[in-house]
């Protein structure tokens, strides 16, 4: 370790009289962090920029040549190293004398622009790629680089990284920390120390940490410092395993991610790709990050005794403090396969053998059960995210009802066995359990790694091959385990696999002890009854395995989905052993890269799909909805489904209704009487008629007809960014529609008044009188109308417009606005699709807010929680207008089944007091994120009631200039960290937060935090 005694210490000023001297640049100087060099930018006035370095004076003379010499060799090669600039002299090494520190050897190499990684706060996966591949071309180039200096004895080199520990590991005082250093090199001496012997060499960086590596590049938000521009400092070079190079790179990439092995698996898979490792190098990669991050740790320890009060060292081991123990608990074999797949390569070479022995030795096999499970006697049971069979309720006593709907559907189809599929993924207790119902991550263990044989209870088990035990469990029932079972098979040379069965009764195997011989078709054990098996029914468990990991029986039985590639290569197909014909399995389904082909062949272009990475949902539960591969998302975006996804009584009601009678109005039925009778209870006086229709399209529709009919005029009056639905007559009447992409404009009868936006509209917050101004706009229409001799038929708007923005109207102005109308003899439509049913929290209709009374009201979106139906509430007098003779009728509108569901939304949103949790849970979230909008320039306004709530991205404070890409990137950013939620607004800006009401706190603060992680990384 070089002196810090000899460390320099020169000024800016004396730095840059010596770039001017001895190199002719003269500019401005900045200094530029280094530890024992000093490094420092030079700008000179035409924009150039170069970095001066001084050279610690103990410095070897041979080892910057060496640098220079290697610099100026990677610059034939690759274009993201610094390319040296020679002084005055000629020379490339300019020696500088300091009185305090001594000589020191300057030189001057050509500035890269980027940002240090380290900086970087949002690191892609593309970026670890991009690293991984930058690194490799390096790597690549350097096997053609000599030079004597490097082969050196350096405590940087992982070479030696066993004794550099073993020298310093005694000034680690944290003992924990020093027992997973020690755990960790003892795994290295053991392991990895031989195998590098037969590695290849060559000269190598030897420290791509985070702030030698510059990030920069891209041309949007999502790409940008999302690629490598420069790697620096060739300091540490050394002639070493050139594998220690992506090794050093992933150390220090790992820490403080989320997902270290991920993060690693990137930067390999970029460098395999350009610079191909074999396999010994990938099986020592994980060893060896596990070291470099050991022997930081030694070293920062060691300089820690020597300077106490330099509080850097100690903060700079933190992250390390906290890896360490996270990949210690990572089973190096299993870090090997999880490289290797991101190489492409087999993650388990040793399964090969097995799958092929068990392929080719199918013949050999003892049926488990007794007999061969056949077309006859078994049935392969659906038990995935969208299966009928389970629940979607956490809380639901599912073993029981599961149980007899499996005996049901066995009996149905006349087989003796239900047999569960492998690599299904399903409904993890863990991904939404009560104690932990917010996905944190996202990401929950949730595809099976095993297969079940679901069978009458004490139906003897039959060991498949001859074995021996591995290890056994004979009685969990108290955790609902259940027993395990391991037997290890040796059958051939190279060829050891393991069967775990779970699902033996405790007494069926009391008898089995460790290390026994099993005879190949020996009775082990029985199917365990149903409560020894915690409420499931009796079935037995079995997973093929060919290393076991240390895990014994507790192996795991599902894995991540992400994970699935690598889970699936070292926990084999179990039907290698039961050997159900493929006829019995049905036809997959549709993957989503499918799906996605089939709807661009089937659908119109016109229907959007969301998001940059469509998602497939295939399962909704309260606010929850599942992805095709067991994602669990928070669902922030849809306001339909207001009492929660699935409720439970909402489809009882539904079923039950649609068993006895679906049928129409012209039948007398109390269903449509009950349902209006208490949807009219909602509302104000005098509204009390009620029509029932299929869609708010549908009932805006008819509101127009209604208002023409009582009024006998034509003329309306909307908002600007208004959406009322998708007729003619409504896109007419929806300027976000007509005056948009595609739009034609408003015909003459429609009158378009400014929306009172008291964020980005010409009367603002401040204003006391905004509210009667912003009426006087529909005033003005109202007497340019009186001036050509008409009248408007009528007002429709969103009490609080959604589409146009989440706006909240300032006081007075619906109140102003409907007196305006009214006095000119129109009618008033208060479209509530988005507002109503307690949503804004304050009050039950959003128009109740403004205290206004609407003479028609539109109902739709939340009040089926999903099933189609939309309303209308108006009074008796509006409605007597429409009785002209021309009947109305809507086939579906207020059919039975449609009523009896209505009726249960609204008794449900009532019985829960949803409003109030709105209001609660709402006012929360709004005031987290007013405290973002403090911190976080991008945000211009926070604005909403309950869970109706808007936040408007903006480019600029005073010119309000919309931040609609930034709006769009949020968003998905948002979905990537599993939060659904969309943006709206005329000028697409406005990220709209609309969940099911049921939402919880804890979901408000998943929302926030997650909300300022990605303002934090991409806006701060
Ligand atoms: C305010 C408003 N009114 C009416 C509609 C039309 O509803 P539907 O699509 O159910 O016909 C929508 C739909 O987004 C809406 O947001």
């Avoid at 050196?152 to 073993?166: E, I, K, M, T």
């Avoid at 930081?296 to 700079?316: E, G, T």
């Avoid at 992250?319 to 390569?345: E, H, N, Q, W, Y």
């Avoid at 195997?509 to 290390?515: D, E, N, P, T, V």
Wanted: charged share 20%; aromatic share 8%.
């Amino acid at each position: 370790m070089s002196n810090l005694a000899s460390t320099p210490v020169f000024s800016d000023m004396e730095a840059a009289e010596i770039a001017a001297a001895f190199f002719g640049i003269s500019g401005r100087v900045t200094p530029l962090p280094g530890e024992r060099d000093q490094n420092f930018l030079v700008t000179t006035k035409n924009g150039r920029s170069c970095v001066l370095k001084i050279a610690n004076a103990a410095e070897d003379r041979s080892i910057l040549e060496a640098q220079h010499q290697a610099m100026d060799f990677l610059g034939r090669h690759v274009s993201f190293c610094p390319k040296t600039m020679p002084a005055r002299s000629g020379d490339h090494l300019v020696p500088v004398h300091s009185e305090k520190t001594g000589t020191h050897l300057v030189r001057l190499v050509s500035y890269i622009q980027g940002t240090p990684m380290g900086l970087v706060k949002r690191r892609s996966p593309g970026l670890f790629m991009d690293l991984g591949r930058s690194l490799g071309l390096m790597d690549k180039a350097l096997a053609g680089f000599s030079h004597p200096a490097v082969h050196r004895d350096f405590h940087w080199d992982l070479a030696h990284a066993s004794g550099v520990v073993n020298q310093y590991i005694s000034h680690v005082t944290d003992t924990h920390l020093r027992d997973l250093i020690a755990q960790c090199t003892r795994e290295f001496e053991n392991t990895t120390l031989a195998l590098l012997q037969t590695l290849r060499k060559s000269v190598i960086h030897n420290d791509a940490n985070d702030y030698n590596v510059l990030a920069g590049g891209g041309t949007d938000l999502y790409s940008r410092n999302q690629s490598v521009t420069g790697i620096i400092d060739f300091g540490d070079m050394v002639y070493s395993h050139t594998v220690c190079d992506p090794a050093i790179a992933a150390a220090y990439a790992v820490l403080d991610m989320p997902d270290p092995l991920q993060t690693a698996a990137g930067i390999i898979k970029g460098y395999h790709q350009v610079y191909p490792l074999d396999d010994t190098e990938i099986s020592v990669l994980f060893s060896l990050i596990c070291m470099r991050l050991c022997v930081s740790a030694c070293l920062a320890a060691f300089q820690h005794k020597q300077r106490p009060d330099d509080p850097y060292l100690r903060i700079s081991q933190v992250p390390i403090k906290k890896m360490l123990p996270i990949l210690a608990s990572v089973d190096p074999a299993f870090a090997t396969g999880v490289f290797r797949f991101s190489c492409g390569l087999e993650p388990f070479p040793k399964s090969r053998p097995v799958q092929a022995w068990l392929a080719e030795n199918r013949h050999l096999c003892f049926p488990v059960m007794g007999e061969p499970l056949v077309q006859e006697n078994c049935t392969v049971l659906d038990l995935g995210l969208d299966s009928p069979f389970v629940s979607g309720d956490p809380t639901a006593p599912a073993p029981d009802a599961f149980a007899r709907h499996l005996s049901a559907r066995l009996k149905q189809t006349g087989a003796g066995y239900g047999i569960g599929r492998y690599k299904e993924a399903r409904l993890g207790q863990a991904s939404f359990s009560k104690k932990n119902p917010v996905p944190k991550k996202g990401i929950t263990p949730c595809v099976h790694l095993c297969m079940e044989v679901i069978a009458p209870q004490d139906a003897p088990v039959y060991a498949p091959f001859a074995g021996r035990i591995h290890s056994v469990t004979k009685n969990r029932a108290a955790d609902h385990q259940g027993t395990a079972l391991v037997l290890e098979h040796t059958p051939g040379q190279d060829i050891v696999f393991y069967t775990i069965f779970k699902g033996l009764s405790s007494s069926s195997i009391a008898c089995l002890s460790l290390g026994e011989t099993i005879e190949k078709g020996q009775a082990m054990g029985a199917v365990a009854s149903l409560s020894e098996n915690g409420g499931w029914p009796p079935h037995v468990r079995l997973q093929l395995v060919t290393d076991l990991m240390g895990y014994g029986s507790d192996f795991p039985y599902a894995c991540c989905r992400d994970q699935t590639g690598v889970w699936t290569q070292i926990s084999l197909d179990p039907n290698l052993v039961f050997q159900i014909p493929d006829t019995c399995f049905p036809i997959p389904k549709p993957t989503k890269q499918e799906t996605l082909a089939a709807r661009r062949r089937r659908i119109s272009d016109n229907l959007s799909i969301g998001y940059h990475d469509p998602v497939k949902i295939v399962r909704g539960w309260q606010q929850y909805l599942f992805d095709d591969t067991g994602r669990q998302f928070l669902d922030a975006y849809n306001n339909v489904p207001h009492v929660g996804h699935c409720h439970p009584a909402v489809i009882q009601a539904g079923v039950k209704q649609m068993k006895c009678l679906n049928t129409n109005t012209r039948y007398l039925h109390d269903a449509i009487i009950v349902y209006a009778d208490k949807l009219s209870a909602t509302m104000p006086e005098p509204l009390e008629v009620c029509f029932f229709l299929n869609s708010a399209s549908e009932a805006n529709e008819l509101a127009v007809r209604l208002a023409k009919a009582h009024t006998g005029q034509k003329d309306f009056i909307v908002l600007e960014g208004a959406y009322h639905g998708n007729t003619n007559t409504l896109i007419d009447m929806s300027p976000y529609k007509h005056g948009g992409p595609g739009g034609e404009g408003p015909p003459d009868w429609v009158h378009t008044a400014p929306v009172a936006d008291v964020y980005r509209g010409p009367y603002k917050k401040a204003d006391p009188l905004a509210g009667k101004k912003y009426a006087d706009h529909v005033q003005n229409i109202i007497q340019n109308l009186a001036a050509d001799n008409k009248k408007p038929a009528g007002f429709m708007a969103e009490s609080y417009p959604s589409v146009g923005g989440q706006i909240i109207f300032p006081s007075a102005y619906l109140a102003g606005v409907y007196d305006h109308v009214r006095a000119a003899g129109g009618v008033c439509i208060a479209d509530e699709v988005q507002t109503g049913y307690g949503r804004i929290g304050t009050h039950f209709y959003a128009f109740l807010a403004q205290n206004v009374v609407p003479d028609i009201v539109i109902l739709g979106k939340p009040i089926g929680n999903g099933h189609p139906i939309a309303a209308l509430v108006t009074t008796k007098e509006i409605a007597q207008s429409f009785v002209t003779g021309m009947e109305f009728f809507s086939t579906f509108g207020g059919n039975t089944v449609s009523c009896a569901i209505g009726q249960k939304v609204l008794e449900i949103t009532l019985a829960q007091n949803l409003q109030e949790n709105a209001q609660k849970v709402g006012t929360h979230l709004l005031e987290r994120l007013h405290s973002l909008k403090k911190r976080y320039q991008v945000i211009g306004d926070v604005r909403g009631s309950g869970l109706f709530i808007g936040m408007e991205l903006v480019r600029d404070h005073n010119t309000l200039e919309p931040a609609d890409q930034e709006a769009a990137f949020v968003v998905n950013r948002m979905r990537d960290k599993g939060i659904l939620m969309g943006t709206d607004g005329p000028l697409h800006n406005v990220v709209k937060i609309r969940p099911p009401l049921v939402i919880t706190k804890q979901d408000a603060d998943f929302i926030a935090d997650t909300m300022e992680e990605i303002f934090a990384q991409d806006f701060a």
